[in-house]
């Protein structure tokens, strides 16, 4: 439909939606339970949906261990998972978005729109009669924190700290397992304050009249200047020292030899007090702007000092998307607080009003009780609309921004045996900060594209329109790439993991859930048959051979692996070669076996085949036979060719058939296959399944080892725990082993005890 | 980053009701500010100087910019427990003072505080003159004390303040009447030239100077009038003045007073306040800028942090939106005008109070906010814009003033500074604003002789009155 809602003033807008709506309103025929926030420029629309889509299962059948039979079946399903749907526009197209989604919406249950935000009034009756449900307007406030607590609980990488004068300016931080309390400052027309301190309670401490309206209104008078961006613009071209008293206007040039500052304002305005001189629009929005920022900065150290809170979250239109206002702001922050207090921006900043009404209008499923995530393939990245970073896309895509996120279906929280939760990073290198690094993984994950668009193919041959889903999700991956070349913060930190997790996400979209199922499927029953043979030698070695053996096992599995783009041909021999490794504590470790077993060991396994049922099992069984427990954790979703946890059932139930140890320790319970609640081929050991987390704790793990690139160099590779770590994996990419010191199949065998 | 802070850890003092607000210049300057907090000031005011300097010197390399905003940073929050200093005097005046100390200071006696926007002057009038002192009394000095004494108005620019000159004065043993005199600061090459013309130099008098124009016109005074001006730092000479002045009150009323009912245009009454516990004491001087100063005894205080929008921003931005030319045309173009036209209130967007946080509908929600609307801006006048910009500033300042009593935990906050002069609407809405929003645990108190008690401070200083 094309926007019909004119915008008072005039402005030459194409009103247009430029962007098929489909495309921005997605799911609506399934969804139900909706919420809007509309502020004084941007509509914020929030439902809830279903989305149905392709699973493959695997399912266990009476295997009769004949040559060519494959050990599983596996079986393409449909499944309904749950998501949030969040879409911001300008106001102007409400009117067009509203007929849409009058069209689309089938669901009838739904009743009622929660909505929020200072033009819910204003657009109370439009909304009622376009939509028919009925408006239950929600505490703009109220909304906003519930907001907030969702996104710092469930979007990794949500906040960020402004740098200015680094690239990029973002720099984003890790959760913090506990979010509160903390102090959320909005600049709005005016300013609130409010400390939160648990879910449920918040207390509006404070505020300031003087505020983003102050900003406008001011900034309007003065200037003439009508809009809010073009006042930010002009402030961004401008020089306040034309304007305001200076130190060293007040001190003339001794400033400098009292050392004070001269480029400190002593008087805001303080030299307009003339009649004489003209001022510049550009100088005088400038000096507004710094007036308006150090003002708000310094009511916000001085309430976070009364509340002794350090962290203080921004939002509100005077902040959101505009790097100016942050850049000001942080620099209020750090002058008034002395590095004391940090000030905090938020990725969905502008959404947290209707995730709030969202939830108020949800209680009754009770959203807080899961894990939410950040669909990558659904959701418009940072700044995907900011006309001072990026106008032309601005122009492209039509102001629309979307935010997905997915239910999981199971909660999410910290491995109970990380050394401090807090300062816990999962990725090894931060490709926001290193650009050759970045460079080339972008670069690796271009050229990798055709490779994995075949294999999506070919992993569906009875289905017509493969071809074109894998066309689109070669089209869809490669805009994320190019998003990501020029904003590299979109979606937080960018890491290895979150390019790898982009690309589940982007498949995931199309319809191809589990790419490698096939050959996961072969690979199983290929190792499963070579497995008695491999035991057989295993056990004739002597103690001390063996361990080096099983280790090597362990890393001969580990290089045959379809995901890497050196392994093409699945048989270099070189990965166990000869000691000393590129990392080799391989000594500490086997002295470490010659004493007392472990109590319970936590594995992490990588991929599938000769990786685990040849490398993994036999140390497993190793383990078990010193007396020690052990829980294999496999991935909960399919990524890349990881086993999952469905494929390590089969495959133990399997090998506990032939082997005795196996499958007594499975019956015993010393055995223990669990889910992590991931479908990444890496490792964020701040979001694993909350049942694995209360197994680790009840059976006491003291020893956890990490296997593969993904899960134990990408990431991993420096986290510290509380226990003992063995993490290995060969460098199946020439140049991290290149950058590691190393050459293509090196070995990391990494083995650390925590300090006592 | 720690050894970089390291060496950024300057301990200077910044001026009285000039210095508030930062800017941004240097990213690394907002970092370094991350140091000093509570760092204690080394020894005495000498010390203190070459500590700067050597700091100083070893840390040329790192850029200027972010150098100075960690040095004005650190400048808050430094308790200064000590007598008055002559901050950054030269060696030659201070000899001159330190011989001052043997015997009285020759005539004539002034205070001078050269602020950002006014000057401000206070001159000791001897009326217990005895016959032979009058017939000793060199010509210059007799020309200066007559032309001061006789005129209530200097130049076009220059007024004496009449009506707040304290009589029957005792300084020093000696009798006589403090005058207080201002100035803008615009025109003190005139001033410096007309003490050339009376022939100062002559007169082997030193020249008490403090805040900033007491640096910046340093050079002038010595070329142009051949004066000697002994500098003193503005925070002490405020702090100095203030307890004087309230100590000897105004010709035998109270020096500090407080408004009853301040919201109520009939019942509000200005009333006289007893400062007899003066300790401790939140001191706002609200100048060009302003500075906010918590002092807990005669000798010890500490500058708790200032602001840039004072006097200077509501002018300032009054002259730009009213095209006003003086501080009293702006205030009375306020007096006449509404500044709920301009300013968005609480009750403007609920309709009525804001229960959930407690907001009366009356209490501004945006400053200026109506003026984001094309028609909003087309129905205001001038005067509503002044209105609201004294109440924008006012309220601020207020704000800030109020959670600095509670972070320092004091209750009775005293304001000063030429802003407050003849400025009734902003004194009634801080006393409003202060009990209201502290739920009356928060005290407004005035003094009479709002901007001057820098000048006294520095005369003080000149006849080393303690």
């Known amino acids: 439909p094309q926007g019909r809602a004119g915008r008072g003033g005039g402005d030459s807008l194409d009103k247009s939606i430029t962007l098929p709506p489909d495309e921005i309103f997605r799911n609506l025929e399934n969804a139900k339970r909706f919420a809007i926030d509309i502020g004084g420029s941007l509509t914020k629309l929030a439902y809830y949906s279903t989305v149905q889509h392709k699973v493959a299962r695997v399912r266990s059948f009476d295997y009769s261990g004949k040559d060519h039979e494959p050990p599983y079946e596996i079986s393409v399903q449909e499944e309904v998972t749950a998501r949030l749907h969040f879409v911001k526009f300008e106001n102007t197209y409400i009117e067009a978005c509203l007929d849409f989604i009058k069209d689309h919406l089938v669901n009838t249950e739904t009743k009622v729109i929660q909505a929020t935000g200072g033009g819910a009034y204003k657009f109370k009756d439009l909304i009622e009669e376009k939509l028919r449900l009925r408006v239950d307007k929600e505490d703009v406030m109220t909304c906003l924190i519930k907001g907030c607590n969702f996104v710092l609980k469930n979007i990794p990488h949500e906040a960020f700290v402004y740098q200015k004068d680094s690239d990029p300016e973002f720099k984003f931080q890790t959760n913090h397992p506990n979010i509160f309390p903390y102090l959320l400052v909005n600049i709005g027309s005016g300013v609130s304050i409010v400390k939160v301190e648990t879910e449920d309670r918040f207390e509006w401490i404070g505020g300031s009249s003087i505020g983003g309206g102050t900003f406008w209104g001011l900034g309007a008078l003065l200037t003439k200047t009508k809009k809010f961006d073009e006042l930010l613009h002009l402030a961004s071209k401008g020089q306040h020292a034309n304007v305001d008293m200076l130190v060293q206007d007040v001190y003339g040039g001794a400033h400098q030899t009292l050392g004070l500052s001269g480029n400190l304002i002593a008087s805001s305005f303080g030299k307009s007090a003339t009649a004489d001189r003209e001022f510049s629009k550009e100088d005088m929005a400038k000096s507004l702007l710094h007036m308006i920022s ?304 472990h109590k319970c060991a936590l594995i992490f396994a990588d991929n599938s085949g000769i990786d685990v049922i040849l490398g993994v099992f036999p140390f497993v069984r190793e383990l078990l036979s010193r007396g020690t427990e052990v829980i294999l954790a496999c991935n909960s979703g399919p990524a890349l060719n990881d086993v999952t946890y469905c494929e390590s059932l089969i495959v133990a139930e399997r090998i506990a058939a032939m082997d005795p140890v196996v499958h007594s320790a499975l019956r015993e319970e010393r055995l223990l296959l669990m889910q992590t609640g991931s479908s990444s081929p890496c490792l964020d050991l701040s979001r694993l399944d909350k049942g694995l987390a209360v197994l680790v704790r009840e059976r006491g793990a003291d020893l956890v080892v990490i296997e593969g690139m993904g899960r134990a160099v990408h990431t991993n590779y420096y986290a510290a725990l509380r226990c003992e770590s063995l993490k290995l994996a060969v460098i199946k990419n020439s140049w991290l082993a290149e950058r590691l010191g190393g050459r293509l199949f090196s070995v990391i065998f990494k083995y650390e005890v925590p300090a006592e | ?368 906010g109506n003026m984001m609307s094309k028609e909003k801006r087309e129905a205001v006048s001038k005067e509503d814009l002044a209105r609201a910009m004294l109440i924008t500033i006012t309220n601020n300042i207020g704000s800030i003033a109020r959670m600095c009593a509670l972070n320092e935990n004091i209750n009775q906050v005293v304001f000063v500074g030429n802003f407050l002069r003849i400025n009734t609407i902003a004194m009634r809405l801080l006393a409003y604003a202060l009990d209201y929003w502290s739920k009356g645990q928060l005290k407004a108190l005035f003094s009479e002789h709002e901007g001057y008690f820098g000048a006294v401070g520095a005369l003080l200083e000149l006849l080393k009155i303690p």
Request: one cysteine or more; charged letters at 25%.
């Open chain 1, 294 to 597: 150090n003002d708000i900065g310094q009511l916000a150290c001085l309430y976070a000092k009364l509340h002794c809170l350090d962290r203080v979250y921004f939002g509100g239109f005077f902040i959101r998307g505009h790097p100016v206002t942050m850049r000001t702001i942080t620099y209020s922050i750090n002058f008034f607080s002395k590095g004391e207090v940090q000030a905090l921006f938020l990725r969905h900043e502008g959404y947290l009003g209707a995730i709030g009404a969202f939830l108020k209008g949800a209680e009754q499923d009770n959203p807080n009780q899961y894990s939410w995530g950040e669909n990558y393939a659904g959701s418009s990245g940072l700044m995907s609309s900011s006309p001072e970073l990026c106008p032309t896309q601005r122009a492209r895509s039509g102001t629309f921004d979307l935010l997905e996120m997915d239910r999981l279906e199971r909660p999410l929280v910290n491995l109970p045996l990380l050394l401090d939760p807090s300062s816990y990073v999962p990725d090894t290198v931060d490709l926001t900060d290193d650009a050759l690094a970045r460079k080339y993984w972008l670069t690796c994950f271009e050229e990798a594209l055709d490779g994995v668009v075949k294999r999506a193919v070919a992993s569906q041959p009875g289905s017509v329109d493969a071809a074109e889903r894998a066309e689109k999700f070669r089209q869809k991956y490669w805009s994320k790439l190019q998003t990501l070349r020029h904003q590299p913060f979109a979606y937080g930190t960018l890491t290895v993991r979150s390019l790898l997790d982009t690309r589940e996400h982007c498949l995931n979209e199309f319809n191809f859930p589990d790419p490698y199922s096939k050959v996961k499927q072969k690979e199983n029953g290929v190792a499963l048959k070579c497995f008695p043979r491999v035991i057989r030698c295993l056990d004739a070695l002597g103690w001390e051979e063996r361990q080096l053996a099983l280790v090597k096992g362990l890393l001969a599995g580990n290089v045959f692996d379809w995901g890497a783009k050196a392994v093409s041909d699945p048989a270099p021999a070189c990965s166990s070669r000869q000691r000393p490794w590129l990392v080799d504590s391989y000594s500490k470790w086997l002295q470490r076996l010659k004493g007392p077993p």
């Open chain 2, 1 to 368: 980053m720690g050894a970089w802070l390291g060496r950024q850890r300057w301990l200077l003092r910044m001026g009285a009701g000039r210095l508030g607000m930062a800017t941004e210049r240097h990213g690394r300057a907002a970092d370094a500010s991350a140091s000093s907090a509570g760092e204690p000031a080394p020894g005495g005011p000498g010390g203190r100087r070459r500590e700067l300097l050597r700091r100083r010197a070893s840390s040329a390399s790192e850029p200027p910019v972010g150098a100075s905003a960690s040095a004005s940073a650190s400048a808050e929050g430094v308790r200064r427990s000590r007598p008055g200093s002559y901050s950054g005097a030269p060696s030659v005046s201070r000899q001159r003072v330190e011989s001052l100390r043997k015997k009285r200071q020759l005539f004539p006696w002034f205070g001078l505080d050269i602020g950002g926007t006014l000057v401000k002057l206070v001159y000791f009038e001897p009326k217990d003159i005895t016959a032979e002192e009058e017939e000793e009394e060199v010509e210059s000095l007799k020309s200066i004390r007559k032309y001061l004494t006789s005129n209530v108005a200097y130049g076009s620019t220059g007024i004496r303040d009449v009506h707040l000159e304290l009589k029957d004065l005792t300084l020093c043993g000696r009798k006589g009447n403090l005058h207080f005199i201002r100035f803008p600061t615009h025109d003190m090459p005139a001033f410096i030239q007309m003490g050339r013309d009376k022939n100062f130099s002559s007169l082997h008098t030193v020249f008490c100077a403090t805040g900033g124009g007491a640096y910046k016109f340093e050079q002038d005074f010595l070329t142009i009038g051949d004066l000697q001006l002994c500098k003193l730092d503005e925070l002490d000479c405020l702090v100095k003045g203030i307890l004087y002045i309230d100590s000897v009150g105004f010709n035998g009323r109270s020096q500090c007073y407080y408004f009853e009912n301040p919201a109520d245009a009939e019942k509000c009454q200005k009333l006289p306040f007893d400062l007899k516990n003066p300790y401790p004491l939140l001191l706002v001087n609200i100048g060009s800028g302003v500075s906010i100063l918590a002092v807990y005894s005669k000798d010890n205080y500490k500058r708790v942090t200032g602001t840039s929008l004072g006097g200077g921003t509501f002018f300032g931005l009054c002259c730009l939106l009213t095209g006003c030319t003086t501080f009293e045309e702006a205030l009375e173009m306020a007096s006449r005008g509404d500044s709920t036209k301009v300013d968005k209130l609480v009750r403007d967007i609920y309709g009525g109070d804001y229960e959930r946080f407690g907001l009366p509908g009356w209490a501004v929600a945006s400053s200026f």
